[in-house]
């Protein structure tokens, strides 16, 4: 069982940043996020594997960035150029493998909320 649990969410004006923390109980080759906004799928909004290879959805290319500390099992996510559509609830997952199945484990999520 991995515990995953997220943090810095919050509310900020269009064209404002974020940054994401996510801290994982153990190591996982497959660290990412997701959101999910209301009445919308949940969507992979970046992930990053073992061999260090970030992936982004095409909707966040440029503006957000993924790191990973894989000294204290954390995970990050710097938000850019944040948009009004960029608002949902933002969960961090985790997968033993790579990034390519399904995630396995999830935290509660934090919630961001882009205001115009």
């Known amino acids: 069982q991995v515990r995953l649990v997220e943090s810095g969410g919050g509310s900020v004006q269009a064209g404002g940043s974020l940054r994401l923390s996510c801290v994982a109980s153990s190591y996982t080759a497959c660290l990412g996020w997701f959101r999910q906004a209301p009445g919308k799928e949940r969507e992979r909004v970046a992930t990053w594997d073992s061999a260090g290879i970030p992936y982004y959805a095409d909707s966040v290319k440029g503006r957000f960035t993924i790191s990973r500390d894989y000294a204290k099992n954390a995970l990050f996510l710097q938000m850019n150029s944040l948009k009004q559509e960029d608002t949902a609830m933002y969960y961090c997952?985790?997968?033993?493998?790579?990034?390519?199945?399904?995630?396995?484990?999830w935290g509660k999520g934090t919630q961001v909320t882009i205001s115009t």
């Open positions: 997952a985790a997968r033993w493998g790579d990034c390519l199945g399904a995630m396995e484990y």
